[in-house]
């Protein structure tokens, strides 16, 4: 034990210090895991892709067909939906 003398200070913050670099373990690790999401954190879809509004149109346009909404509702949130 005595040729561990000149870092007898250091055992007070072993345990912090232990904590502290698992936390950082855990940061670097995860830090580039990738987006739960495909275009998440200002991604830009590939050309091609379908875009959410094209899906909002879609949708829209099936429940136009089945008479869940009227003609007005339908223009007014193909407006709002940009289409």
Known sequence: M???WPFWFFWP???LLT???VIVLL???FRHHPAPYPYAAGQVPPPGAPSAR???LAILEARYARGEIQ???YLQKKTDLGG
């Open 2 to 4: 005595f040729h561990f």
């Open 13 to 15: 913050f072993h345990g």
């Open 19 to 21: 904590l502290v670099v």
């Open 27 to 29: 940061v670097v690790l």
């Open 54 to 56: 094209s899906e909002a």
């Open 71 to 73: 003609r007005d509702e």
